[in-house]
């Protein structure tokens, strides 16, 4: 699974829809977050959240939203296959901070630049004593989903509201070339050859 969560704090919806080239979808009823390819909803505080599973960029779009407010813009992006997520935090347009979980880090299981808020600190040492208590858990995955949801009130594996309103991409919306992906079927295919060797090894008379 791949999404991507963008906030923008004190400014209309319209506003951030046309900065981001997307429009709700005509007739369109509203859904959960994971119902459309675009997807957003407003929240308390003046929060408005847009999301997608596969289309929106978060270096690229989260700028574009955070132009637009001179207050909080934040989002994140996360990749359940390998377990890669990152954060980043605007004020008044210009980048605050960034938080990046890579799992092949192992020294450095939560990257931290700039000035984030204090309770990432929180965040991050909840997860890493969780994740040693538990091995083979990835906790860190969870934590810039986790700052963002401080920020927003979005939490992007507990929502369950139905009043997301479903988007679609505008003529001015830029078209961004397609991230590669990696492929699977050769893990899978050396599986199936490995089982099969060991079959017939237990099969030889």
């Known amino acids: 699974?791949?999404?991507?969560?963008?906030?923008?704090?004190?400014?209309?919806?319209?506003?951030?829809?046309?900065?981001?080239?997307?429009?709700?979808?005509?007739?369109?009823?509203?859904?959960?977050?994971?119902?459309?390819?675009?997807s957003c909803r407003t929240f308390p505080g003046g929060w408005i959240v847009v999301t997608s599973q596969l289309n929106l960029d978060l270096a690229t779009d989260l700028e574009l939203a955070a132009s637009t407010t001179d207050q909080m813009a934040v989002g994140c992006e996360m990749y359940s296959i390998p377990m890669h997520s990152y954060a980043h935090g605007y004020r008044n347009g210009q980048l605050e901070w960034s938080v990046t979980h890579d799992p092949d880090d192992e020294a450095r299981p939560l990257a931290v630049e700039g000035t984030p808020p204090a309770i990432v600190a929180e965040l991050g040492a909840k997860a890493l004593k969780a994740q040693a208590d538990e091995d083979g858990v990835d906790f860190a995955f969870d934590v810039p989903m986790q700052l963002v949801a401080h920020y927003t009130g979005f939490v992007y594996d507990e929502d369950e509201a139905t009043d997301w309103v479903r988007l679609r991409a505008t003529a001015a919306r830029p078209v961004r070339p397609e991230r590669p992906r990696r492929s699977l079927w050769w893990p899978l295919l050396l599986i199936g050859l490995l089982f099969l060797v060991l079959w017939r090894w237990w099969t030889i008379p």
């Not at 919806?13 to 959960?32: N, R, S």
Request: charged share 20%.
């Open 1 to 38: 699974m791949r999404a991507t969560l963008i906030g923008a704090q004190g400014i209309e919806l319209e506003v951030v829809l046309a900065a981001l080239g997307l429009e709700p979808i005509p007739g369109a009823p509203t859904g959960d977050w994971v119902d459309c390819d675009y």
